[in-house]
């Protein structure tokens, strides 16, 4: 079942500006894997302020408050292993289609089983 992705800009999880979204295939199997937004100049914009406005108070930021930050980082990376593996794994087989593609201008024969 494909997940529905956005955007993080500013604090919030938000939708493109345009409401725009794209879906983004499994190249292996051709189901949708996700649908996300897709972001255009003006979403860019808007992260890029987010991130200006945000930086002097992370700046300010005590080396303790932000350890506990990425601890909880850590934490949360943990719990969704899972998750995480999954997803690096499928970007790493959708990098090597890539380069078949590249190297024998075609795709590789499809999987007849779906990446676990």
Known sequence: MAKTYQMY???EWVD???NETYEDYNPFNGEVFATVPR???EDTTRAIEAAAAAFPAWAATSPGQRRKLFLKAADI???RQEDLV???RLGLLCSRCFLFQVY????PPRR???VK
């Open 112 to 114: 007849t089983s779906p």
């Open 9 to 11: 800009i500013g604090g």
């Open 104 to 107: 024998y201008g075609k795709l």
């Open 86 to 88: 999954r997803t690096l």
């Open 16 to 18: 493109a500006t345009n």
């Open 39 to 41: 972001g255009k100049r």
């Open 77 to 79: 990376f943990e719990r």
